[in-house]
Protein backbone atom coordinates (compact mmCIF):
# COMPACT_ATOMS: atom_id res chain seq x y z
CA UNK A 1 0.00 0.00 0.00
CA UNK A 2 2.83 2.58 1.20
CA UNK A 3 4.93 1.48 -1.62
CA UNK A 4 2.24 2.52 -4.52
CA UNK A 5 1.39 5.65 -2.96
CA UNK A 6 5.31 6.14 -3.10
CA UNK A 7 5.62 4.79 -6.56
CA UNK A 8 2.39 6.82 -8.51
CA UNK A 9 3.49 10.06 -10.22
CA UNK A 10 1.02 12.94 -7.89
CA UNK A 11 -1.94 13.39 -10.31
CA UNK A 12 -3.13 16.82 -10.65
CA UNK A 13 -6.93 17.14 -9.44
CA UNK A 14 -9.42 17.27 -12.01
CA UNK A 15 -11.02 20.89 -12.70
CA UNK A 16 -14.73 19.90 -12.13
CA UNK A 17 -16.03 23.12 -11.32
CA UNK A 18 -17.58 25.79 -14.09
CA UNK A 19 -20.29 25.82 -16.25
CA UNK A 20 -24.11 26.36 -15.81
CA UNK A 21 -23.33 30.51 -15.75
CA UNK A 22 -23.97 31.30 -19.18
CA UNK A 23 -21.72 34.48 -20.25
CA UNK A 24 -22.42 36.92 -23.12
CA UNK A 25 -21.17 35.74 -26.50
CA UNK A 26 -22.15 38.26 -28.94
CA UNK A 27 -21.31 36.73 -32.22
CA UNK A 28 -22.08 32.45 -31.76
CA UNK A 29 -25.62 33.71 -32.78
CA UNK A 30 -25.07 35.33 -35.73
CA UNK A 31 -22.84 32.96 -36.40
CA UNK A 32 -25.43 30.12 -36.61
CA UNK A 33 -27.70 31.90 -38.88
CA UNK A 34 -24.82 32.97 -41.29
CA UNK A 35 -23.87 29.42 -41.35
CA UNK A 36 -27.55 27.54 -41.97
CA UNK A 37 -28.32 30.42 -44.18
CA UNK A 38 -25.11 29.69 -46.52
CA UNK A 39 -26.23 26.14 -46.51
CA UNK A 40 -29.52 26.89 -47.97
CA UNK A 41 -28.04 29.15 -50.37
CA UNK A 42 -25.22 26.60 -51.44
CA UNK A 43 -27.77 23.84 -51.57
CA UNK A 44 -30.48 25.65 -53.93
CA UNK A 45 -27.58 26.71 -56.11
CA UNK A 46 -26.07 23.36 -56.45
CA UNK A 47 -29.42 21.39 -57.02
CA UNK A 48 -29.88 19.09 -53.50
CA UNK A 49 -32.57 21.52 -52.52
CA UNK A 50 -35.19 21.45 -55.11
CA UNK A 51 -36.86 24.99 -55.24
CA UNK A 52 -40.02 23.26 -54.52
CA UNK A 53 -38.68 22.85 -50.90
CA UNK A 54 -37.13 26.30 -50.09
CA UNK A 55 -36.81 29.60 -51.72
CA UNK A 56 -32.90 30.60 -52.77
CA UNK A 57 -31.86 33.04 -49.52
CA UNK A 58 -30.71 35.31 -52.38
CA UNK A 59 -34.22 35.14 -53.91
CA UNK A 60 -35.52 36.23 -50.67
CA UNK A 61 -33.54 39.08 -49.97
CA UNK A 62 -33.83 40.24 -53.66
CA UNK A 63 -38.04 40.51 -52.73
CA UNK A 64 -36.95 42.34 -49.48
CA UNK A 65 -35.08 45.17 -51.32
CA UNK A 66 -38.32 45.14 -53.65
CA UNK A 67 -40.84 45.55 -50.70
CA UNK A 68 -38.06 48.27 -49.49
CA UNK A 69 -37.95 50.11 -52.59
CA UNK A 70 -41.46 49.86 -53.65
CA UNK A 71 -42.31 51.66 -50.49
CA UNK A 72 -44.75 48.24 -49.70
CA UNK A 73 -42.66 47.20 -46.70
CA UNK A 74 -43.60 50.27 -44.33
CA UNK A 75 -47.13 50.16 -45.57
CA UNK A 76 -47.33 46.68 -44.19
CA UNK A 77 -44.88 46.91 -40.83
CA UNK A 78 -46.38 50.22 -39.73
CA UNK A 79 -50.07 48.79 -39.01
CA UNK A 80 -48.46 45.68 -37.76
CA UNK A 81 -46.35 47.37 -35.37
CA UNK A 82 -48.99 49.53 -33.80
CA UNK A 83 -51.22 46.29 -33.52
CA UNK A 84 -48.56 44.43 -31.70
CA UNK A 85 -47.66 47.21 -29.91
CA UNK A 86 -51.22 48.38 -28.56
CA UNK A 87 -52.57 45.40 -28.02
CA UNK A 88 -49.81 43.59 -25.94
CA UNK A 89 -49.64 46.99 -23.83
CA UNK A 90 -52.72 46.89 -22.93
CA UNK A 91 -52.57 42.71 -22.19
CA UNK A 92 -49.37 43.26 -20.63
CA UNK A 93 -50.37 45.75 -18.26
CA UNK A 94 -53.43 44.03 -17.44
CA UNK A 95 -51.42 40.71 -17.14
CA UNK A 96 -49.30 42.73 -14.15
CA UNK A 97 -51.60 44.52 -12.67
CA UNK A 98 -54.14 40.72 -12.56
CA UNK A 99 -50.94 39.11 -11.55
CA UNK A 100 -49.95 41.20 -8.47
CA UNK A 101 -53.70 41.13 -6.94
CA UNK A 102 -53.85 37.39 -7.24
CA UNK A 103 -50.50 37.54 -5.75
CA UNK A 104 -51.58 39.65 -2.58
CA UNK A 105 -54.95 38.96 -1.94
CA UNK A 106 -56.72 35.39 -1.47
CA UNK A 107 -60.18 36.21 -2.63
CA UNK A 108 -58.89 37.80 -6.05
CA UNK A 109 -56.67 34.65 -6.24
CA UNK A 110 -59.59 32.30 -5.18
CA UNK A 111 -61.46 33.89 -7.97
CA UNK A 112 -59.31 34.28 -10.65
CA UNK A 113 -56.57 31.35 -10.60
CA UNK A 114 -59.37 29.03 -11.96
CA UNK A 115 -60.15 31.64 -14.82
CA UNK A 116 -57.13 31.88 -15.72
CA UNK A 117 -56.70 28.05 -15.95
CA UNK A 118 -59.54 27.75 -17.94
CA UNK A 119 -59.05 30.41 -20.27
CA UNK A 120 -55.36 29.66 -20.97
CA UNK A 121 -55.01 26.37 -23.22
CA UNK A 122 -57.90 27.90 -24.98
CA UNK A 123 -56.57 28.62 -28.18
CA UNK A 124 -57.18 32.52 -28.59
CA UNK A 125 -57.35 32.17 -32.54
CA UNK A 126 -60.10 30.12 -32.42
CA UNK A 127 -62.20 32.88 -30.64
CA UNK A 128 -61.09 35.67 -33.41
CA UNK A 129 -64.92 35.09 -34.45
CA UNK A 130 -65.98 35.94 -31.79
CA UNK A 131 -64.37 39.19 -31.38
CA UNK A 132 -65.11 40.03 -34.61
CA UNK A 133 -68.29 40.16 -33.70
CA UNK A 134 -67.81 42.04 -30.68
CA UNK A 135 -65.55 44.43 -31.54
CA UNK A 136 -65.95 44.56 -35.31
CA UNK A 137 -63.87 43.57 -37.81
CA UNK A 138 -61.51 46.22 -37.51
CA UNK A 139 -58.13 47.40 -35.19
CA UNK A 140 -60.00 46.71 -32.38
CA UNK A 141 -60.98 43.36 -32.82
CA UNK A 142 -57.26 42.81 -33.51
CA UNK A 143 -55.82 44.30 -30.55
CA UNK A 144 -58.64 42.53 -28.13
CA UNK A 145 -57.42 39.61 -29.64
CA UNK A 146 -53.49 40.47 -29.28
CA UNK A 147 -54.11 41.52 -25.18
CA UNK A 148 -55.95 38.57 -24.67
CA UNK A 149 -53.26 36.14 -25.66
CA UNK A 150 -50.73 37.89 -23.65
CA UNK A 151 -52.50 38.61 -20.66
CA UNK A 152 -52.75 34.97 -19.62
CA UNK A 153 -48.86 33.90 -19.69
CA UNK A 154 -48.38 37.55 -18.12
CA UNK A 155 -50.92 36.82 -15.72
CA UNK A 156 -49.69 33.20 -14.82
CA UNK A 157 -45.98 34.55 -14.53
CA UNK A 158 -46.26 37.63 -12.24
CA UNK A 159 -48.50 35.41 -9.70
CA UNK A 160 -45.45 32.79 -9.18
CA UNK A 161 -42.98 36.05 -9.44
CA UNK A 162 -44.95 37.78 -6.86
CA UNK A 163 -45.70 34.23 -4.75
CA UNK A 164 -41.68 34.05 -4.84
CA UNK A 165 -40.42 37.29 -2.91
CA UNK A 166 -39.05 36.37 0.02
CA UNK A 167 -41.88 36.97 2.57
CA UNK A 168 -38.93 37.73 5.38
CA UNK A 169 -38.59 41.02 3.24
CA UNK A 170 -41.94 41.84 3.34
CA UNK A 171 -41.91 41.12 7.34
CA UNK A 172 -39.19 43.24 7.61
CA UNK A 173 -41.47 45.98 5.93
CA UNK A 174 -43.70 45.38 7.89
CA UNK A 175 -41.68 45.33 11.15
CA UNK A 176 -40.59 49.02 10.24
CA UNK A 177 -43.87 50.40 9.71
CA UNK A 178 -44.25 50.98 6.30
CA UNK A 179 -47.07 51.61 4.36
CA UNK A 180 -49.00 49.12 2.37
CA UNK A 181 -48.18 50.38 -0.17
CA UNK A 182 -44.99 51.13 -0.16
CA UNK A 183 -44.20 47.33 0.68
CA UNK A 184 -46.04 46.76 -3.19
CA UNK A 185 -44.31 49.00 -4.80
CA UNK A 186 -40.78 49.16 -3.18
CA UNK A 187 -40.48 45.27 -1.82
CA UNK A 188 -42.85 43.06 -3.75
CA UNK A 189 -42.57 44.78 -7.61
CA UNK A 190 -38.68 45.16 -7.66
CA UNK A 191 -39.10 41.46 -6.31
CA UNK A 192 -40.76 39.90 -8.79
CA UNK A 193 -39.36 41.72 -11.72
CA UNK A 194 -37.27 39.10 -12.42
CA UNK A 195 -40.65 36.56 -12.95
CA UNK A 196 -41.93 39.54 -14.59
CA UNK A 197 -39.82 39.68 -17.11
CA UNK A 198 -39.00 36.60 -18.22
CA UNK A 199 -42.92 35.85 -18.48
CA UNK A 200 -43.33 39.25 -20.70
CA UNK A 201 -40.71 37.35 -23.00
CA UNK A 202 -42.81 34.75 -23.76
CA UNK A 203 -45.94 36.95 -23.77
CA UNK A 204 -44.36 38.94 -26.56
CA UNK A 205 -43.54 35.85 -28.79
CA UNK A 206 -47.06 34.56 -28.59
CA UNK A 207 -48.62 38.55 -29.27
CA UNK A 208 -46.65 37.88 -32.19
CA UNK A 209 -48.31 35.14 -33.04
CA UNK A 210 -51.36 35.98 -32.80
CA UNK A 211 -50.78 39.49 -34.69
CA UNK A 212 -50.29 37.30 -37.62
CA UNK A 213 -53.26 35.14 -36.97
CA UNK A 214 -55.49 38.26 -36.54
CA UNK A 215 -54.04 39.93 -39.80
CA UNK A 216 -55.12 37.02 -41.96
CA UNK A 217 -58.69 37.44 -41.14
CA UNK A 218 -60.04 41.02 -42.64
CA UNK A 219 -56.71 42.71 -42.79
CA UNK A 220 -55.49 44.79 -46.30
CA UNK A 221 -51.99 45.81 -45.15
CA UNK A 222 -49.88 43.95 -42.00
CA UNK A 223 -47.20 41.34 -42.23
CA UNK A 224 -49.98 38.41 -41.64
CA UNK A 225 -51.98 39.76 -45.09
CA UNK A 226 -48.70 39.89 -46.72
CA UNK A 227 -47.90 36.33 -45.80
CA UNK A 228 -51.29 35.12 -46.21
CA UNK A 229 -51.53 36.55 -49.72
CA UNK A 230 -47.86 35.10 -50.71
CA UNK A 231 -49.11 31.85 -49.37
CA UNK A 232 -52.00 31.21 -50.93
CA UNK A 233 -50.22 31.68 -54.64
CA UNK A 234 -47.49 29.67 -53.26
CA UNK A 235 -44.94 32.53 -54.03
CA UNK A 236 -42.15 30.91 -51.36
CA UNK A 237 -40.00 33.73 -51.73
CA UNK A 238 -42.37 36.15 -50.36
CA UNK A 239 -43.44 34.22 -47.66
CA UNK A 240 -40.09 33.69 -46.65
CA UNK A 241 -39.56 37.45 -46.70
CA UNK A 242 -42.64 38.09 -44.73
CA UNK A 243 -41.36 35.12 -42.07
CA UNK A 244 -37.92 36.63 -42.11
CA UNK A 245 -39.32 39.91 -41.00
CA UNK A 246 -41.47 38.37 -38.14
CA UNK A 247 -38.31 36.72 -37.12
CA UNK A 248 -36.40 40.38 -36.69
CA UNK A 249 -39.94 41.17 -35.13
CA UNK A 250 -39.00 38.70 -32.36
CA UNK A 251 -35.39 39.25 -32.15
CA UNK A 252 -35.73 42.53 -31.55
CA UNK A 253 -38.07 42.56 -28.98
CA UNK A 254 -35.95 39.73 -27.14
CA UNK A 255 -33.06 41.84 -27.29
CA UNK A 256 -34.84 44.94 -25.87
CA UNK A 257 -36.01 42.69 -23.19
CA UNK A 258 -32.63 41.70 -22.51
CA UNK A 259 -31.93 45.50 -22.31
CA UNK A 260 -33.96 45.98 -19.55
CA UNK A 261 -33.21 42.93 -17.68
CA UNK A 262 -29.85 44.42 -17.34
CA UNK A 263 -30.94 47.54 -16.27
CA UNK A 264 -33.39 46.30 -14.02
CA UNK A 265 -31.80 43.61 -12.55
CA UNK A 266 -28.12 44.24 -12.31
CA UNK A 267 -27.87 43.74 -8.89
CA UNK A 268 -28.40 40.11 -9.42
CA UNK A 269 -25.13 38.92 -11.16
CA UNK B 1 -40.40 53.29 26.87
CA UNK B 2 -40.50 50.24 29.56
CA UNK B 3 -42.00 46.96 27.78
CA UNK B 4 -44.19 44.51 29.78
CA UNK B 5 -44.80 41.22 28.82
CA UNK B 6 -48.31 40.23 31.28
CA UNK B 7 -49.14 37.03 31.46
CA UNK B 8 -48.08 35.67 27.56
CA UNK B 9 -49.55 32.36 26.04
CA UNK B 10 -49.23 31.14 22.77
CA UNK B 11 -50.55 28.26 20.67
CA UNK B 12 -50.18 27.56 17.04
CA UNK B 13 -53.51 25.06 16.53
CA UNK B 14 -52.87 22.27 19.13
CA UNK B 15 -49.49 23.09 20.17
CA UNK B 16 -49.04 25.19 23.23
CA UNK B 17 -45.64 27.12 22.76
CA UNK B 18 -45.68 29.67 25.16
CA UNK B 19 -46.92 29.35 28.52
CA UNK B 20 -47.44 32.68 31.14
CA UNK B 21 -44.63 34.59 30.12
CA UNK B 22 -44.46 37.42 32.64
CA UNK B 23 -40.81 39.65 32.40
CA UNK B 24 -40.23 43.43 32.12
CA UNK B 25 -38.32 45.24 29.24
CA UNK B 26 -36.61 48.24 31.33
CA UNK B 27 -35.95 51.09 29.39
CA UNK B 28 -31.68 51.25 28.43
CA UNK B 29 -31.44 47.05 29.52
CA UNK B 30 -30.35 44.34 27.44
CA UNK B 31 -32.89 41.84 28.34
CA UNK B 32 -31.39 38.26 26.49
CA UNK B 33 -33.61 35.55 25.97
CA UNK B 34 -31.94 31.80 25.78
CA UNK B 35 -33.48 28.02 25.56
CA UNK B 36 -33.60 25.60 23.67
CA UNK B 37 -34.61 25.16 20.11
CA UNK B 38 -37.95 25.48 19.05
CA UNK B 39 -39.37 26.92 22.85
CA UNK B 40 -40.74 30.06 21.44
CA UNK B 41 -37.94 32.88 21.14
CA UNK B 42 -38.44 33.95 17.77
CA UNK B 43 -42.10 33.90 18.55
CA UNK B 44 -41.97 35.58 21.47
CA UNK B 45 -40.10 38.35 19.91
CA UNK B 46 -42.60 38.66 17.00
CA UNK B 47 -45.22 38.78 19.71
CA UNK B 48 -43.71 41.70 21.46
CA UNK B 49 -42.68 43.29 17.88
CA UNK B 50 -46.34 42.97 17.10
CA UNK B 51 -46.06 41.09 13.95
CA UNK B 52 -48.23 38.41 15.48
CA UNK B 53 -51.07 38.75 18.23
CA UNK B 54 -50.92 36.37 21.50
CA UNK B 55 -53.45 34.08 22.07
CA UNK B 56 -53.50 35.40 25.99
CA UNK B 57 -51.89 37.92 28.06
CA UNK B 58 -50.84 41.89 26.79
CA UNK B 59 -47.72 42.97 25.26
CA UNK B 60 -47.54 46.53 27.54
CA UNK B 61 -45.82 49.71 26.46
CA UNK B 62 -44.82 51.57 29.49
CA UNK B 63 -44.39 55.69 28.93
CA UNK B 64 -43.85 57.36 25.48
CA UNK B 65 -41.14 56.22 23.11
CA UNK B 66 -38.50 59.11 23.62
CA UNK B 67 -38.74 62.46 20.81
CA UNK B 68 -37.64 61.66 17.28
CA UNK B 69 -38.52 57.94 17.41
CA UNK B 70 -39.85 57.02 13.98
CA UNK B 71 -40.31 53.07 14.88
CA UNK B 72 -40.81 52.06 18.49
CA UNK B 73 -40.40 48.31 17.96
CA UNK B 74 -37.65 48.09 15.45
CA UNK B 75 -35.86 44.25 14.69
CA UNK B 76 -32.50 42.90 13.68
CA UNK B 77 -33.39 39.75 11.70
CA UNK B 78 -31.28 37.03 11.65
CA UNK B 79 -31.14 36.54 7.94
CA UNK B 80 -30.12 40.68 8.01
CA UNK B 81 -33.64 41.04 5.78
CA UNK B 82 -32.01 43.79 2.99
CA UNK B 83 -33.44 44.31 0.30
CA UNK B 84 -30.97 42.85 -2.73
CA UNK B 85 -31.95 45.64 -5.18
CA UNK B 86 -30.95 48.57 -2.83
CA UNK B 87 -27.37 49.29 -1.90
CA UNK B 88 -26.36 50.16 1.57
CA UNK B 89 -27.95 53.56 1.78
CA UNK B 90 -30.47 52.59 -0.10
CA UNK B 91 -31.66 50.30 2.07
CA UNK B 92 -31.32 52.43 5.08
CA UNK B 93 -33.53 55.29 3.09
CA UNK B 94 -36.12 52.78 2.77
CA UNK B 95 -36.74 52.88 6.12
CA UNK B 96 -37.06 56.49 6.19
CA UNK B 97 -38.80 57.33 3.44
CA UNK B 98 -42.24 56.65 4.50
CA UNK B 99 -41.86 58.73 7.35
CA UNK B 100 -41.42 61.60 4.89
CA UNK B 101 -37.41 61.92 5.42
CA UNK B 102 -35.75 62.15 2.47
CA UNK B 103 -32.64 64.53 0.57
CA UNK B 104 -30.62 65.95 3.10
CA UNK B 105 -32.10 65.40 5.72
CA UNK B 106 -32.22 60.94 5.35
CA UNK B 107 -28.11 61.63 3.89
CA UNK B 108 -27.54 63.54 7.64
CA UNK B 109 -29.21 59.95 9.17
CA UNK B 110 -27.74 57.90 7.48
CA UNK B 111 -24.22 59.04 6.79
CA UNK B 112 -24.62 59.18 11.16
CA UNK B 113 -25.70 55.43 11.66
CA UNK B 114 -23.05 54.76 9.10
CA UNK B 115 -20.32 56.07 10.84
CA UNK B 116 -21.41 54.74 14.09
CA UNK B 117 -21.73 50.97 12.42
CA UNK B 118 -17.97 51.44 10.53
CA UNK B 119 -19.68 51.05 7.43
CA UNK B 120 -19.30 54.81 6.06
CA UNK B 121 -17.02 53.67 3.15
CA UNK B 122 -19.72 50.93 1.52
CA UNK B 123 -22.67 53.20 0.92
CA UNK B 124 -22.97 52.73 -2.54
CA UNK B 125 -22.15 48.95 -1.79
CA UNK B 126 -24.60 46.07 -3.07
CA UNK B 127 -25.84 43.80 -0.05
CA UNK B 128 -23.86 40.52 -2.36
CA UNK B 129 -20.98 42.84 -2.32
CA UNK B 130 -20.91 42.92 1.45
CA UNK B 131 -19.36 40.09 3.88
CA UNK B 132 -21.84 38.32 6.41
CA UNK B 133 -20.85 40.65 9.11
CA UNK B 134 -21.40 43.32 7.13
CA UNK B 135 -25.03 42.57 6.24
CA UNK B 136 -25.22 42.99 9.22
CA UNK B 137 -24.38 45.87 10.47
CA UNK B 138 -25.83 47.62 7.48
CA UNK B 139 -29.03 45.58 9.31
CA UNK B 140 -28.41 47.49 12.69
CA UNK B 141 -27.81 50.60 11.29
CA UNK B 142 -30.97 50.46 9.47
CA UNK B 143 -32.48 49.93 12.74
CA UNK B 144 -31.01 52.62 14.41
CA UNK B 145 -31.83 54.88 12.04
CA UNK B 146 -35.42 55.25 12.74
CA UNK B 147 -34.67 55.60 16.47
CA UNK B 148 -35.97 52.86 17.86
CA UNK B 149 -37.09 52.79 21.68
CA UNK B 150 -36.61 48.98 21.80
CA UNK B 151 -34.52 46.80 19.51
CA UNK B 152 -36.15 43.54 18.62
CA UNK B 153 -33.15 41.04 17.91
CA UNK B 154 -33.46 37.21 16.84
CA UNK B 155 -30.48 35.57 17.18
CA UNK B 156 -28.61 38.51 15.19
CA UNK B 157 -25.35 36.94 15.58
CA UNK B 158 -25.81 33.21 14.64
CA UNK B 159 -25.42 33.28 10.82
CA UNK B 160 -21.92 34.67 11.43
CA UNK B 161 -18.72 32.89 12.07
CA UNK B 162 -17.50 33.30 15.57
CA UNK B 163 -14.63 35.87 15.13
CA UNK B 164 -17.15 37.97 13.33
CA UNK B 165 -19.14 37.31 16.43
CA UNK B 166 -16.54 38.57 18.78
CA UNK B 167 -15.77 41.89 17.11
CA UNK B 168 -19.84 42.19 16.49
CA UNK B 169 -20.64 42.03 20.48
CA UNK B 170 -17.47 44.65 21.00
CA UNK B 171 -19.23 46.75 18.28
CA UNK B 172 -22.95 46.15 19.94
CA UNK B 173 -21.47 47.07 23.64
CA UNK B 174 -19.86 50.24 22.16
CA UNK B 175 -23.02 51.16 20.39
CA UNK B 176 -24.50 50.48 23.53
CA UNK B 177 -21.39 52.52 25.79
CA UNK B 178 -21.95 55.37 23.82
CA UNK B 179 -25.59 55.04 24.12
CA UNK B 180 -27.21 52.61 25.83
CA UNK B 181 -30.28 51.00 24.30
CA UNK B 182 -33.03 48.94 25.08
CA UNK B 183 -33.27 45.52 23.36
CA UNK B 184 -34.93 42.52 23.79
CA UNK B 185 -31.90 39.72 22.70
CA UNK B 186 -32.98 35.88 21.65
CA UNK B 187 -29.73 34.06 21.28
CA UNK B 188 -28.83 30.52 21.87
CA UNK B 189 -25.54 31.46 22.61
CA UNK B 190 -24.86 31.38 26.33
CA UNK B 191 -21.57 33.50 25.56
CA UNK B 192 -23.38 36.20 23.63
CA UNK B 193 -26.05 36.08 26.41
CA UNK B 194 -23.55 36.78 29.30
CA UNK B 195 -21.53 39.30 27.64
CA UNK B 196 -24.65 41.74 26.36
CA UNK B 197 -27.28 40.73 28.70
CA UNK B 198 -27.98 42.73 31.76
CA UNK B 199 -31.44 40.33 32.24
CA UNK B 200 -31.22 36.76 31.47
CA UNK B 201 -34.94 35.13 30.49
CA UNK B 202 -34.15 31.73 30.46
CA UNK B 203 -37.20 29.41 29.01
CA UNK B 204 -37.95 25.96 29.32
CA UNK B 205 -38.49 23.55 26.01
CA UNK B 206 -41.60 23.89 24.82
CA UNK B 207 -44.35 24.86 25.91
CA UNK B 208 -41.83 27.53 26.77
CA UNK B 209 -41.96 29.26 30.36
CA UNK B 210 -39.71 31.47 32.14
CA UNK B 211 -37.77 29.20 33.86
CA UNK B 212 -34.88 31.62 35.67
CA UNK B 213 -34.19 35.02 35.21
CA UNK B 214 -30.54 35.89 35.89
CA UNK B 215 -29.50 39.56 36.90
CA UNK B 216 -26.00 40.86 35.73
CA UNK B 217 -25.11 43.77 37.60
CA UNK B 218 -21.04 44.05 36.30
CA UNK B 219 -21.59 47.26 33.35
CA UNK B 220 -21.07 45.52 30.00
CA UNK B 221 -17.61 48.07 29.14
CA UNK B 222 -16.05 45.68 32.16
CA UNK B 223 -16.75 42.34 30.64
CA UNK B 224 -14.38 40.70 28.81
CA UNK B 225 -13.87 37.25 27.20
CA UNK B 226 -13.10 34.95 29.59
CA UNK B 227 -13.58 36.68 33.06
CA UNK B 228 -14.43 33.76 36.03
CA UNK B 229 -17.42 35.65 37.28
CA UNK B 230 -18.91 35.40 34.02
CA UNK B 231 -17.90 32.22 32.94
CA UNK B 232 -19.19 30.92 36.25
CA UNK B 233 -22.92 32.60 35.75
CA UNK B 234 -22.49 30.82 32.04
CA UNK B 235 -22.23 27.28 33.59
CA UNK B 236 -25.46 28.02 35.74
CA UNK B 237 -26.65 28.64 32.91
CA UNK B 238 -25.52 25.77 30.52
CA UNK B 239 -26.58 23.69 33.17
CA UNK B 240 -30.05 24.72 33.70
CA UNK B 241 -30.20 24.52 29.46
CA UNK B 242 -28.25 21.28 29.27
CA UNK B 243 -30.97 18.61 31.17
CA UNK B 244 -34.02 21.39 28.52
CA UNK B 245 -32.54 20.64 25.52
CA UNK B 246 -31.58 16.67 26.53
CA UNK B 247 -35.10 16.62 27.67
CA UNK B 248 -36.51 18.47 24.94
CA UNK B 249 -34.77 15.99 22.30
CA UNK B 250 -35.73 12.70 24.01
CA UNK B 251 -39.46 14.52 23.71
CA UNK B 252 -38.50 14.70 19.66
CA UNK B 253 -37.21 10.95 19.98
CA UNK B 254 -40.13 9.49 21.34
CA UNK B 255 -43.05 11.40 18.92
N1 LIG C 1 -46.21 30.10 12.05
C1 LIG C 1 -46.17 28.97 12.76
N2 LIG C 1 -47.15 28.05 12.65
C2 LIG C 1 -47.13 26.92 13.37
N3 LIG C 1 -46.17 26.58 14.22
C3 LIG C 1 -45.16 27.45 14.40
C4 LIG C 1 -45.11 28.68 13.67
N4 LIG C 1 -43.98 29.33 14.04
C5 LIG C 1 -43.38 28.55 14.95
N5 LIG C 1 -44.08 27.42 15.18
C6 LIG C 1 -43.74 26.36 16.13
O1 LIG C 1 -43.58 26.98 17.37
C7 LIG C 1 -42.48 26.45 18.06
C8 LIG C 1 -41.55 27.56 18.49
O2 LIG C 1 -40.96 28.14 17.35
P1 LIG C 1 -39.90 29.31 17.44
O3 LIG C 1 -39.43 29.59 16.07
O4 LIG C 1 -40.48 30.44 18.20
O5 LIG C 1 -38.75 28.63 18.29
P2 LIG C 1 -37.33 29.22 18.68
O6 LIG C 1 -37.22 29.16 20.15
O7 LIG C 1 -37.10 30.51 18.02
O8 LIG C 1 -36.39 28.13 18.05
P3 LIG C 1 -34.93 28.31 17.45
O9 LIG C 1 -33.99 28.37 18.61
O10 LIG C 1 -34.72 27.05 16.64
O11 LIG C 1 -34.94 29.54 16.60
C9 LIG C 1 -41.81 25.45 17.13
O12 LIG C 1 -42.18 24.17 17.56
C10 LIG C 1 -42.42 25.72 15.79
O13 LIG C 1 -42.59 24.53 15.09
MG1 LIG D 1 -35.84 31.23 16.40
Partial sequence: MSDATIKTQPIEVRFRGGGFAPKARRWVGLAVFVVLVSIMEIGTRSGWISALTLPKPSDVLATFKELWESGLLFKHLLPSLSRLAVGAAIGATVGVCAGVMIGLFSYVRAGLVPLVAAIFPIPKIALLPLFVIWFGIDEASKYALIAFGTFTPTVVATYGAVDNVDRSLIRMGQSFGLSWFSIVRKIVLPGAMPGILSGLRISLAIAIILLVAAEMLGAEYGIGAYILEAGSLYDLERLFAGVVILSLLGVILSTVIGFIERRLLGWRE | ?255
Avoid at chain 2, 3 to 21: F, N, P, Q, W
Fill in chain 2, 1 to 255: MDIRLDAISHSYGGTEVLRDISLDIPTGKIVCFVGPSGCGKSTLLRLIGGLERATKGRVLQLGTPPMGCLNPLTYVFQDFALLPWRTVHGNISLVLEDHGIKGAAADAIISDVLARTKLSDFSNALPRQLSGGMKQRVAIARALAVKPAVMLMDEPLSALDSQTRELLMDDLVALWTRQPFTAAYVTHNLAEAVRLGHRIAVLSRRPGEIHEVVEIDMPLEERSHGNPELEKIQKHLWDMMRDEARAADEELLNV
